[in-house]
């Protein structure tokens, strides 16, 4: 069992940054695969990056070269860092833990998710 819990979430003006932090709970957090998920009013919940145990890593193309996903297994955590932030960005941002070693791109393959964490960019 895991228990995710995301922070950092707020306000910020276009082209400002922000930096998402995912604790995790359990004591096999390095054999997961972790994800950063979105879902914005009234769309559908969507990936944004992941990260597998071995540290690889993956974006969605709205993100890549502005959003860094990292993770540091001895503190049981998952950062995104997101920088150039645009309006569209603005989400609730979901942290997820994956039972396996590389991370996936589709919403099913997870099995704990956070609450979440609000991003609100302004124009």
């Known amino acids: 069992q895991v228990q995710l819990v995301e922070s950092g979430g707020g306000l910020v003006q276009a082209g400002g940054s922000l930096r998402l932090s995912c604790a995790a709970s359990g004591r096999t957090f390095s054999s997961y695969a972790m994800g950063w998920f979105r879902q914005a009013p009234g769309k559908e919940r969507e990936f944004v990056a992941g990260?597998?145990?071995?540290?690889?890593?993956g974006y969605a193309d709205s993100v890549k070269s502005r959003f860094t996903i990292s993770r540091d297994n001895a503190k049981n955590a998952v950062n995104l860092q997101m920088n150039s932030l645009k309006p569209e960005d603005t989400a609730v941002y979901y942290c997820a833990a994956r039972s396996g070693s590389y991370y996936r791109r589709q919403i099913n393959e997870y099995d704990y998710w956070g609450q979440g964490t609000r991003v609100t960019v302004s124009s």
């Open positions: 990260i597998s145990w071995s540290g690889s890593t």
